[in-house]
Nanobody
């Protein structure tokens, strides 16, 4: 059974927007902080960066590189975590994953590819 399913990536021009979704199995969703992680081209799995976090009481925090441009949100009824990405830059290119925080659930989902062209 797949526990983390990301979707919504694609190819977009710089300045554009995308909205990522992650459906999370109930057994993982309940009681865990959730985050979006990014693996940039050429990086290894252990270099995945936490870029957005939402806690169990819906407090949010962001990496400096995406602060003010990305918004993480959660739909508890749908067991879904979202990442609204605006004003995209080429350096936002990468594979985006959602997972629990601080300890990531294994196995990770397949991720969703985001490519931002100039």
């Amino acid at each position: 059974q797949v526990q983390l399913v990301e979707s919504g990536g694609g190819l977009v021009q710089a300045g554009g927007s995308l909205r990522l979704s992650c459906v999370v199995a109930e057994s993982i969703f309940s009681g865990n902080h959730m985050g979006w992680y990014r693996q940039a081209p050429g990086e290894q799995r252990d270099e995945r960066e936490l870029i957005a976090l939402i806690t169990t009481n819906t407090r949010t925090s962001y990496a400096r590189s995406v602060q003010g441009r990305f918004t993480i949100s959660i739909d508890f009824a749908a067991n879904t975590v979202y990442l609204q990405m605006d004003s995209l830059k080429p350096e936002d290119t990468g594979v985006y994953y959602c997972n629990t925080y601080p300890t990531a659930f294994e196995p990770w989902g397949q991720g969703t590819q985001v490519t931002v062209s100039m």
